[in-house]
């Protein structure tokens, strides 16, 4: 097996299980701990903190993460942060999160990562919530 490949799957793996707790968090109504999860699966997933992965656009922090598969965990962890907002009662902040989820998914598969289902749900959710102007 490629060093590559073993990392992405090692990736997708601690990502899935984080995911895993930071849905389970939020479904408990768990929000602070939810917005912990976020950030240390940023951090322990690729390396950076969520909040300086937000400070660019979504093509700039594409470029500087370098992987197709990088970008959609962020496009994931964003798009949760979204939800978590829109949780506690702030549209504001889940519509902000929501474009930058939609503009890093877009990043990922113009870098040649396509949609899975997983990503289709996602997609179809944060369209529902931005209307018809959404693309991605």
Known sequence: ???RKDYIERLVEQ???????????????R?????GLIRSTALDTLGMEYDALLMVDAASTSRMLGDPMRVKI???????DGELHQDQGDPRTATARFHYALAL???????????????AAVLTRL???LGPAARA
């Open 1 to 3: 097996m490629s060093i």
């Open 15 to 29: 990502f899935a299980a984080a995911l895993a707790r930071l849905l389970k968090a939020r479904q408990e109504k």
């Open 31 to 35: 929000f602070a701990e939810a917005a």
């Open 74 to 80: 962020l496009a994931r962890l964003v798009a949760e």
């Open 105 to 119: 998914y877009a990043e990922s598969r113009a870098l040649g990562r396509p949609h899975d289902d997983e990503d």
């Open 127 to 129: 369209r529902a919530f």
